[in-house]
């Protein structure tokens, strides 16, 4: 990856400052990338007196260019030791030589002291990618990755759809002998190739659509539903460089459009933009830029347009996608966002991630694509469409070992996008009583040994999302104070089933079941009658005790009284002896259908004694003010203390 970032770290060099300090012969070799050369110079600057901050930086950024993370990572170390205000875009690169050199132990531990500086998603997307890494490190490659025939020795990258061809970016020589000085190579140019039957890419040509310039033309993206041409060039008027104040010559976004002519779109002395993505069902224009306002050195961002012309302020995809190094190259397929990035906790340098897209524009963890597609170098460039005859074809970029030149373009075929498995559920948490959603319930996904993975709250109306690396044997759970919980387990193939369609989960308040009678707690039931003089559970009875079944297997900590009363008709002995017999028959019910036995802790008849007016012994009433006093309950004895 020497050639796709060298510009992007051009900018940044100047950015951070260095264009106002006296360079050094160790600064100027840095600038030019001789990092083994700047290394020397700057260890005998150093012998000779003091290297400045800045400079100590460039002599470890400059070891982890040759690749000795062990020395790199000593001097970000002494470096964050002394000052611990350094930028975020150096604390990422110091985290980055510690993984390198597979101290993940000193990574956290570095991490937890810059807590209170950091995002919560960075934090959050950090422990997902340990965790599902760790979770894939045995899974196997199930698909093919070819190294296109068209590559050169020098860097070819950023491959783009174009109708049944494929636009890339190269730096191989066009015949001008313009060299750009910074890589040694080129000044990129577009090339375009046919795409041979199995993904193959031959002979490629540069490509016409685009009028020729004697400086950069880069990272091409077409648009099928404009017919326009995103492209990032070189910012100039005609064949004259345009630079800041500070001397810099920056990138800019331009536009190829249905008729052949050419706009700036996105241009700017101070600032950089890369990789143009033009979403159609949105008409929002992705790319990648170096504000000084976003979370690292280049962000990913993305601006309104109408029908290609840009409508609206720049908008940051924030920090769920954006990190303190660099994010790079966007790609929207199929409501997944991909991108790359240099974080830290991936598998090399700069990693290709996907993030679902949410409607409400929020995005998921992004996750790592793991082995295969990401190497222990550079891997950048990913696109992927439908293929009638494959399944998925796509290509993305590398400098992995075993390429043709810097850069490569790679191809694969698969039936289903790549990436490391997990288990994302979606969906509402419900009352099963309103069927309305339930705000910030609880939802926790537990392993096989009923250890918690990952907990989630759902928002207001209920809705949540959760995602985790890939088990085989997963209990879902959700509650909610005063609430019962919904419980289930799920195993090997079940679980690819609940994916990708809602998972809805219902569970009941307990505040909808009870009610207050008689100045106490009951089980909120229909008014139920035995039969005259009998204490059998009819089918009427049954249908209500279900109910209190049902209570108990979702609230097993509530303990019963069973009361029974009758009116006063009969003898006061006889109705005593009947409301026993029903409380009890009540209790034998509940046990036999399920109810432990240690959930009911009384079953008492009280005959006459507790009636609710006035209809005792020797005073007429009618049947209704009779049939007030006989009733049975079934009282929630420790709800006070629970709740």
């Known amino acids: 990856m020497k050639f796709k970032l060298t510009v992007v770290f051009f900018i940044l060099f100047w950015s951070f400052g260095f264009a106002q300090q006296k360079k050094s012969k160790g600064d100027i070799l840095f600038f030019e990338y001789s990092y083994n050369e700047a290394i020397l110079e700057y260890q005998k600057e150093l012998r000779d007196g003091v290297l400045s901050n800045k400079q100590y930086l460039n002599l470890a950024d400059s070891y982890m260019k040759i690749g000795n993370f062990k020395k790199a990572s000593e001097i970000y170390v002494n470096i964050f030791q002394k000052d611990t205000t350094m930028s975020s875009f150096h604390f990422n690169k110091m985290l980055q030589s510690l993984s390198k050199t597979s101290e993940i132990e000193k990574v956290r531990a570095y991490l937890s002291t810059k807590k209170g500086d950091l995002s919560s998603e960075l934090l959050e997307n950090a422990d997902f990618n340990y965790q599902l890494i760790a979770t894939n490190s045995n899974e196997e490659l199930n698909f093919k990755i070819f190294n296109i025939s068209g590559n050169s020795p020098q860097a070819d990258f950023s491959p783009s759809f174009y109708k049944d061809k494929l636009l890339f970016s190269s730096s191989r020589p066009d015949g001008t002998k313009r060299i750009y000085n910074p890589s040694g190579e080129s000044y990129l ?4 190739a046919n795409i041979e039957a199995q993904g193959d890419i031959k002979r490629p040509q540069a490509f016409k659509g685009i009028s020729n310039t004697n400086f950069h033309r880069a990272t091409p993206y077409y648009s099928e539903e404009l017919n326009n041409i995103f492209y990032v060039l070189s910012n100039a008027d005609g064949e004259v460089l345009q630079f800041s104040e500070s001397g810099k010559n920056t990138l800019a976004l331009g536009r190829i459009d249905e008729s052949g002519a050419f706009q700036f779109i996105l241009r700017d002395l101070n600032t950089s933009f890369y990789y143009p993505f033009y979403e159609a069902s949105t008409g929002r224009l992705f790319f990648a830029a170096n504000f000084e306002d976003g979370y ?12 290609g012309l840009i409508m609206s302020a720049p908008v940051n995809l924030g920090p769920r996608i954006n990190t303190p190094g660099n994010e790079i190259a966007p ?53 992927i469409r439908n293929n009638d005859t494959n399944g998925l074809l796509g290509y993305f970029s590398s400098n992995r070992d075993g390429g043709k030149g810097n850069d490569d373009i790679y191809g694969f075929n698969v039936k289903d996008k790549p990436g490391l498995k997990t288990l994302a559920l979606k969906g509402t948490v419900i009352n099963l009583t309103s069927n309305n959603g339930i705000a910030k319930a609880q939802v926790r996904l537990l392993d096989k040994d009923g250890e918690l993975v990952k907990e989630v709250f759902a928002n207001d109306n209920g809705d949540y999302s959760v995602e985790i690396p890939f088990l085989d044997i997963v209990t879902i759970e959700s509650t909610k104070e005063k609430h019962s919980t919904f419980s289930i387990t799920y195993k090997g193939n079940e679980l690819d089933e609940i994916q990708n369609k809602a998972f809805n989960m219902g569970i009941k308040y307990l505040d909808d079941l009870v009610e207050e009678q008689e100045d106490q707690t009951v089980v909120k039931l229909k008014k139920f009658y035995f039969d ?23 609230f097993p900590q509530l303990q019963l009284r069973i009361e029974s009363h009758t009116d006063s008709r009969g003898g006061g002995s006889y109705n005593f002896t009947l409301s026993q017999k029903r409380s009890d028959a009540i209790k034998d019910y509940l046990l036999q259908h399920g109810v432990p036995e240690g959930n009911i802790l009384y079953s008492v008849g009280y005959g006459e004694d507790k009636l609710l007016n006035g209809c005792k012994n020797g005073v007429f009433c009618l049947d209704m003010l009779h049939n007030k006093n006989e009733r049975s309950l079934i009282v929630v004895l420790n709800y006070d203390l629970l709740y």
């Open 331 to 383: 790609f929207i397929f199929e409501n997944s966002l991909y991108f790359s990035s240099d974080i830290f906790y991936g598998l090399g340098g700069m990693d290709i991630y996907k993030s679902n897209m949410n409607t409400d524009n929020s995005f998921s963890i992004p996750i790592n694509l793991g082995e295969g597609i990401n190497s222990s170098k550079d891997d950048f460039g990913f696109i």
């Open 189 to 192: 140019n577009i090339y375009e």
């Open 532 to 554: 005259k003089g009998k204490s059998n559970v009819n089918s009427e009875i049954a249908q209500e005790l279900d109910k209190v079944v049902d209570l108990i297997e979702r």
């Open 296 to 307: 690292g050195g280049t962000d990913i961002y993305y601006v309104y347009t109408n029908n």
